[in-house]
């Protein structure tokens, strides 16, 4: 850890230094054309390029994984009906290996090197913490299709002029779980597991805390793990002895897993409860039925059977051969938002981009209906999903007040 | 049982199980610190080195990654074979690194070879987030995603009244004092250990006398890093969660452990192990849990104000 933290400016400089290297035979010609046009389009037929940041290795996998392929999804489908003003639209995808400098790092590269429109990404908040100061300093518009932690669109009490998400917030996703324990399952005594350094973890599980006791409920333990802990028995003998009649766990699907074997190792028999950060096929793979009858919060379910949900899991099924998990349609959303805007914007500079995806209102996104707020937040309901097999079975949809 | 003893000795069962990893890490280092005054940090990551060797030899024994119903003789031999294996190749590794990184800069200052071991260490952990490369047979290098252990063995709940126990615990702990009775045995019975000893003592009186330092010194390096090996799939087991980072955390509090027992003790860096181990989950279970990491580093300054020899270790003086 030590050794880590020391080395790590170094190994950064490194990383910096055999970018430059590379950077001038990938990006002369663009460049030379940037020069000569600054502003102009540079070829008028030349793509439009959507940057995505995403996870597609790490322990996040399955989150940048879905999200690009929701995404890439969408611009096809737009690319079919002819693109944007004309013209057709490329993703670019860069893997950060789920880590919060290797965001940054591709993040500055997509937009100052490939000049991309809009930048999508990241599923986990607090890499998209990492991306939002270089988003507004570019002035490139970015939109978040699952971090839900509020930090990522609002410092302190400014909003972050460049940066949009299309899901809802952890208040709202805490609350939803806190209320549907509290009311639906009637639980009483519940503890909270969290991941203390996941921004997400941490809002998700402060937020259900307080309305859960506003609700008359008891928290009886809150203890805490890091990602990448192999053990965490020692957190959950201590739960254990305070006798919980449920254990909220609002981490990602690898340690959730993890925990939920541990617990039943334990003899612990209790349902956990959780955010969506679950949503991955790998939980149900890792946890090996120790998830059987838990619970999580979720921005859509695929056995909904509103038409444009039908019709989305239909294709992205056809077309990736597995069923589309939130994280896939939320990545859709993203990216639709994004080229809608760009359709409405009256030129492709970031500043008019930006304007046109803050004035999104009752956009029909496959994960319900789109309306961006002044705090660049979607207002949308949640739902509620209970684990039986390998699969989340839908149990409740929660509207926003 | 009352409801706090309980607890108690659950904590106790699983802080035993924790430790069990620590100690056997903390033996490798213990040895190569006793004969080359080296504090080896690619220990760790030769730890996770030794995790990947089972996982991949695991899935070319038991494609599936369950045990498929050939009894308990089966999967014992089975989990016998992996772990063996993972040894042998964890030994050849310590072998090359001893060979390439740290015999050539021998007779340099103590200081090179501490910056080389930690460049092992990170060519060891950032070499095996690559990609995996096309011509490999086996998805290798694994990538940074994590992989998960398949079940060796059926895991079996030995409940001793409320306090869970299972065989994971039995097997880890059995095997952490057989090996630690067997490294005492070869130090301190046997003709290799004597002359590690005399390479310890001094290395150049001990070549003057006929002892081939340098075949002792990888030898000692091959027990070390097959010791990581066995404790890799001790761990891996249970927790199955692997990737190449996580030699990096085990690595560190297995050097406390081996500095608490006193560096270059083998019985030292057994007890170092469970009773840092143990501190961690009392202090996880019975305070706040984020404290847990930092117990090991606290122990370190502690044991190096007050007891800077270790709890087994000698008092030397340094001559000026």
Request: aromatic share 8%.
């Amino acid at each position: 850890m030590l050794r880590a933290r020391v080395l790590a400016p170094f190994a950064l400089l490194l990383a910096l230094a055999a970018c430059e290297k590379k950077k001038p035979s990938e990006a002369t010609p663009s460049g030379a054309a940037a020069a000569t046009g600054a502003g102009a389009a540079p070829a008028a037929n030349a793509p439009l390029v959507l940057g995505h940041v995403g996870s597609l290795t790490g322990n996040e996998a399955t989150f940048g994984d879905s999200t690009d392929k929701g995404i890439r999804l969408a611009v096809e489908e737009r690319n079919a009906r002819g693109g944007v003003k004309g013209r057709q639209v490329s993703v670019k995808t860069y893997d950060n290996q789920g880590k919060q400098e290797e965001a940054a790092l591709v993040t500055t590269r997509l937009v100052v090197d490939d000049k991309v429109q809009v930048l999508l990404g990241e599923v986990a908040s607090k890499r998209s913490l990492a991306m939002a100061p270089i988003a507004d300093k570019h002035k490139t518009p970015m939109i978040t299709p699952s971090s839900t932690n509020p930090k990522v669109t609002k410092e302190g009490d400014t909003v972050r002029p460049y940066v949009f998400r299309v899901c809802f917030i952890d208040p709202f996703q805490g609350t939803v779980m806190a209320k549907f324990a509290r009311e639906t399952l009637k639980l009483q005594r519940v503890a909270v597991l969290r991941d203390v350094g996941n921004d997400y973890s941490v809002g998700l599980a402060d937020y259900f805390l307080s309305k859960f006791k506003d609700l008359g409920g008891e928290i009886v333990d809150d203890q805490s793990y890091k990602a990448g802990d192999q053990d965490f028995k020692a957190q959950l003998t201590a739960i254990k002895r305070k006798k919980p009649e449920a254990i909220y766990v609002p981490g990602y699907y690898t340690e959730v897993a993890l925990i939920a074997r541990q617990t039943r190792e334990l003899g612990l028999a209790v349902p956990l409860m959780g955010g969506d950060g679950w949503d991955s096929a790998k939980l149900y793979e890792i946890a090996r039925g120790a998830l059987e009858g838990s619970y999580f919060s979720n921005h859509y379910s695929p056995d909904d059977p509103s038409p444009r949900i039908v019709e989305f899991v239909k294709t992205y099924r056809a077309r990736h051969g597995v069923v589309p998990d939130s994280l896939a349609a939320q990545g859709y959303d993203a990216a639709r938002v994004a080229m809608e805007a760009m359709e409405r914007a009256p030129d492709l500079s970031g500043p008019a981009i930006r304007d046109a995806i803050a004035a999104t209102r009752e956009f029909p996104g496959v994960t319900g209906v789109i309306t961006l707020d002044a705090d660049h937040n979607a207002v949308k309901p949640a739902v509620v999903l209970k684990v039986e097999g390998d699969t989340g079975k839908f149990v409740a949809t929660v509207q926003p007040n | 049982m009352s409801e706090a003893l309980v607890e108690f000795l659950q904590h106790l069962v699983n802080g035993l199980s924790v430790g069990t990893i620590y100690a056997l890490i903390a033996l490798g280092y213990t040895m190569v610190y006793g004969v080359l005054k080296l504090i080896n940090f690619a220990h760790g990551d030769v730890y996770m080195v030794g995790a990947y060797a089972g996982f991949y030899l695991a899935d070319l024994l038991l494609p599936g990654g369950t045990v498929q119903g050939d009894g308990v003789a089966g999967a014992m031999v089975r989990a016998l074979l992996v772990t063996m294996g993972a040894m042998v190749l964890c030994g050849l590794l310590g072998y090359l690194i001893e060979r390439l990184a740290y015999r050539p800069l021998r007779s340099q200052a103590r200081l090179t070879s501490l910056i080389t071991a930690i460049g092992v260490s990170f060519l060891l952990e950032y070499g095996f987030q690559l990609q995996p490369w096309g011509f490999m047979p086996i998805e290798f290098p694994p990538g940074p995603t994590p992989r998960f252990f398949p079940e060796l063995l059926p895991r079996v709940a030995l409940p001793l009244g409320d306090v869970n126990v299972s065989n994971y615990d039995v097997i880890g702990l059995g095997v952490a004092v057989a090996l630690m009775l067997g490294l005492q045995w070869i130090v301190y019975r046997t003709r290799f250990g004597t002359a590690m000893r005399a390479v310890s003592f001094d290395p150049q009186v001990a070549g003057l006398m006929g002892i081939p330092v340098n075949r002792i010194i990888s030898w000692t390096f091959v027990l070390g890093s097959a010791l990581a090996a066995a404790a890799a799939i001790l761990n891996a087991v249970p927790r199955p969660q692997i990737n190449p980072l996580f030699g990096l955390m085990p690595g560190l509090k297995a050097f406390v452990a081996a500095v608490l027992g006193g560096i270059g003790s083998v019985p030292g860096a057994m007890v170092g192990g469970l009773v840092l181990g143990l501190a961690e989950e009392f202090v996880a279970g019975y305070t706040a849990s984020s404290f847990k990491d930092a117990i090991a580093f606290t122990i370190l300054i502690l044991v190096l104000l007050f007891k800077p020899e270790g709890l087994f270790g000698r008092v030397t003086v340094e001559k000026v």
